[in-house]
């Protein structure tokens, strides 16, 4: 069975640090890959996602993520986090057929102190 | 912007007792999905529907559970004998592609049973 794992529960960081989220998954087919974050009181929104091509993707506010399909990895990366980043991260993946679901990591917690 | 809106917000339940969760999806979109997120654990799927029939479930979602799109805009899910167990944050999503399109997420329903 597909699985996705986060390996950081919690991260904690000062304002300017730069930030790295391990993702990796099992499949060994061709995969669609997406990093997902929830605000506090919010909803689930994208952030980035992977299909074909370049493997560093750029997403929204700044972040990043390399596929290296070597290691089966999806890391998520910003060089210099804000307080507003203050979210739960979600990495997903689906294989690439229509009309499969989306597999989500259990999440990362980031807690930005200003 | 367009987006997912879910109701109620907050349900509380006796045990045993039937629920639904209703969701609107985006108007244009094809896919519809429940997630669900026990507190402290991962985003899990339980079922995605397309073309008015269940299309991919997973072994979360048995008997007690059903989902409708009982007219042109709601998609419910129904807990039929909630157990102490379905307390959790209930998804809904949609998109326009299913497996290679982006997932848009309601803000969630929280169920608790007692």
């Known amino acids: 069975a597909q699985s996705v794992s986060q390996h950081n529960h919690h991260v904690i960081l000062s304002e300017a640090a730069s930030l790295e989220l391990g993702c990796n998954y099992s499949y060994g087919g061709t995969v669609n890959l997406f990093w997902y974050v929830q605000y506090p009181g919010q909803h689930l929104q994208l952030l980035l996602k992977?299909?074909?091509?370049?493997?560093l993707v750029k997403g929204i506010k700044g972040f990043e993520a390399e596929f290296i399909k070597s290691k089966f990895s999806f890391n998520l990366r910003k060089p210099s986090v804000q307080w507003s980043d203050t979210a739960e991260y979600f990495c997903a993946v689906t294989p690439q057929q229509a009309g499969t679901a989306l597999i989500f990591g259990k999440g990362t917690t980031l807690s930005v102190s200003s | 912007e367009p987006e997912v809106t879910q109701t109620p917000s907050h349900q509380v339940t006796q045990m045993g007792q039937e629920v639904i969760l209703r969701c609107v999806p985006i108007?244009?979109?094809?896919?519809f999905y429940w997630y669900r997120q026990i507190l402290g654990q991962k985003v899990e799927f339980l079922v995605s529907?397309?073309?008015?029939?269940?299309?991919?479930k997973s072994e979360i979602f048995d008997d007690q559970f059903s989902v409708e799109r009982p007219d042109g805009s709601n998609f419910t899910l129904k807990i039929r004998s909630t157990k102490l167990e379905d307390s959790a944050m209930y998804f809904c999503a949609s998109s326009l592609a299913g497996g290679t399109g982006e997932l848009f997420f309601g803000e969630g329903s929280r169920l608790t049973v007692l």
């Open positions: 108007s244009n979109h094809l896919y």
């Open positions: 992977y299909f074909s091509g370049d493997p």
């Open positions: 529907f397309y073309n008015n029939e269940i299309s991919e």
